[in-house]
């Protein structure tokens, strides 16, 4: 496997959390491959913006409810790299964007093509649930309803815990975290009280599961991985802090088919669960990107998703390779705070805990060839468990809240990657 590394690639980070690591995945797995790499970031001390594989930066956040600014500063990003570029969103605001405004950007830009109403439905929590019911794909009983009586009658229904999840996390939260587990009518009446629309779930017991994978333009997808998630932060509810490669190939088989007839094409992150009362898998999320924790994975040939996407985007193909089953990945922050909430529970000891990081195969932050990201996210992390007020705590209690930043504009970064002299990309706020 070799790409090409005459064709750079952009990382385009919409959201606010300093703490996405799966930028600097990115960054790193494409930019060790010999591409030069540029990212829009929201903070310049953001730890990913400081990688040595980071050729050159965008100090800005853009607002997705602007499309046509973020499309203006995206442009003159390109102009300035001054040739053609892959560019891969990190989340689901950017990859919605780039699915419904993004045809402009083609000029300057190679990114996936799936239909374009698309990403919206199946990043929606609700619009997904309706797709589901369409396709048929194993239910999980919802409602979505803005009326709290009505949510105290499902939740009453199906018992106690509910899963509240924001119809659209890509937008203001209003201090709810994307997934939250309610255990009781009080902490629904307070999901309620936040004004935000969510869509309610019966909480299906059993393992979580997630299905990574790459479509090409005839949604044929290559790789395929899927794994279990060990921990999550929050605990049972929350993004993955430990997960393991663990290759399941009936569940390959089924997804790669509905990817098929969804005519997806670009890279994906989907999470299950395999439920425990009839043992079949049911999709719970389906993000139309690249996942934070895409390094879990990766095949026999080296290839992961963002390799994947950038051979395909280049014109070349994508290795049939073996998912590496087995291979282990850590999110050093998360984890710590989700050993915690186990610990609290009584799920895990902390012996237990140390024994579970024995042999990790990569980490999300540390890395002995770039270290600087690592250090910049514990000091960041350091001080603001210290100074995070306990009383403007969001719901779900993560002492890691987002933080907005200031925009700016596109420089060099202080170690990189190559001896090339730094390619300024001035002027960005006088267009995005």
């Known amino acids: ?36 790499m540029y990212a829009v970031r929201e903070d310049p001390l953001a730890p990913a913006a400081r990688s040595r594989y980071l050729r050159g930066r965008l100090d800005w956040l853009p607002d997705p409810d602007q499309p046509q600014r973020v499309l203006a500063g995206l442009a003159r990003v390109a102009e300035r790299i001054g040739r053609r570029a892959v560019l891969i969103p990190t989340d689901d605001a950017g990859a919605i964007l780039l699915a419904e405004h993004g045809s402009v950007l083609r000029r300057w830009f190679s990114f996936a093509a799936p239909p374009p109403a698309l ?55 209003g201090g709810l975290r994307s997934t939250t587990v309610v255990p009781d009518p009080t902490a629904l009446a307070t999901v309620y009280a936040t004004g935000v629309p969510v869509l309610l779930q019966e909480h299906v017991p059993g393992n979580d599961w997630f ?70 898998f049911r999709l719970l999320d389906f993000n139309p990107r690249i996942g934070a924790q895409f390094r879990l994975f990766t095949t026999t040939d080296g290839v992961d998703v963002a390799r994947a996407a950038h051979l395909d985007l280049t014109g070349r193909p994508v290795p049939d390779g073996v998912p590496v089953a087995g291979r282990r990945f850590v999110v050093e922050n998360y984890d710590t705070f989700a050993a915690l909430g186990y610990l609290r529970r009584g799920e895990l000891g902390l012996r237990a805990w140390l024994r579970s990081l024995r042999g990790v195969d990569e980490a999300a932050w540390f890395a ?65």
Do not use: Q
């Open 211 to 280: 299905f990574h994978g790459y479509c090409d333009a005839d949604s044929v997808c290559r790789p395929a991985f899927t794994g279990r998630k060990h921990r999550s932060y929050p605990p049972h509810a929350g993004l993955t802090s430990l997960g393991e490669c663990v290759p399941n190939a009936a569940l390959t088989a089924e997804l790669t088919a509905l990817l098929s007839r969804l005519g997806y094409r670009g890279i994906m992150d989907c999470d299950l669960r395999r439920d425990a009362r009839d043992g079949r």
């Open 119 to 173: 990403p919206r439905r199946l990043a929606g929590k609700a619009s997904l649930a309706a797709l589901g019911r369409e396709l048929g794909l194993p239910a999980v009983e919802s409602v979505e309803t803005r009326d709290p009586a009505e949510a105290r009658r499902f939740a009453e229904r199906v018992g106690y815990p509910v899963v509240a999840k924001l119809t659209a996390p890509w937008r203001d939260t």
């Open 368 to 432: 002995a060839d770039d270290l600087a990201p690592f250090g910049l996210m514990c000091l960041r992390t350091a001080w603001r468990a210290a100074h995070r007020p306990i009383g403007r705590r969001r719901l779900g209690g993560s002492a890691l809240p987002s933080r907005p930043a200031r925009s700016g504009r596109l420089t060099t970064p202080l170690r990189p990657a190559r001896s090339a002299g730094p390619v300024p990309i001035d002027g960005a706020e006088g267009t995005a």
């Open 1 to 36: 496997m070799r790409l090409d590394r005459d064709v750079p690639a952009v990382v385009l980070k919409l959201d606010r959390n300093v703490f996405h690591h799966g930028g600097l995945g990115v960054i790193r797995s494409l930019g060790r491959a010999g591409v030069e």
